[in-house]
């Protein structure tokens, strides 16, 4: 599949816009979206953006500068409730650069162990709690997943 087909398929998931919603509510955080993640590129497939981020689906992020590139060489999510206040990640390069202090991200693994990509949200203003909705956003992250291998399985018959 392209990347093109890609944001395609992920817009065509009837519960991605009310999972990015409700990441959004859960999180307290005001920019979630679901992201197309290999070893060279970030793309945006789909996104709720209330804190003027300024992505649209298509757009590209240099991998290297996300901490998306490094959730997809581990497979494990990551939670910063506040940067600042962590110091695995106040020095890290990426909230510097892109202003958040908040973040929540999870892999999208497809049926047949593909990393697909990450659900994840940002938010300028630090957060609490986010460890007690990891179970949620692993949740909403394998539905994603599942609804993927769905369309892939359909569109091969």
């Known amino acids: 599949m392209s990347y093109a ?10 519960e991605v816009e009310a999972i990015l919603a409700d990441v959004c509510a859960l999180t307290g955080m005001g ?3 679901v992201a197309r993640v290999t070893a060279d590129r970030w793309i945006a497939c789909q996104l709720l953006d209330k804190i003027e981020f300024g992505l649209h689906p298509g757009d590209e992020l240099q991998i290297k500068t996300t901490i998306c590139d490094e959730i997809r ?3 494990h999510g990551v939670y910063i409730d506040d940067v600042d206040a962590d110091p695995a990640w106040r020095t890290h390069h990426t909230p510097a650069l892109y202003g958040f202090k908040s973040y929540i991200s999870f892999p999208i693994i497809r049926g047949d162990g593909s990393f697909f990509g990450t659900l994840c949200a940002i938010d300028p203003a630090s957060r609490t709690g986010l460890a007690r909705i990891v179970p949620q956003i692993e949740a909403y992250a394998q539905t994603i997943a599942d609804a993927l291998d769905r369309l892939s399985l359909s569109a091969s018959r």
């Open 5 to 14: 087909e890609d944001i395609v398929a992920v817009q065509r998931i009837p």
């Open 31 to 33: 920019f979630a979206a």
């Open 73 to 75: 060489a581990s497979g």
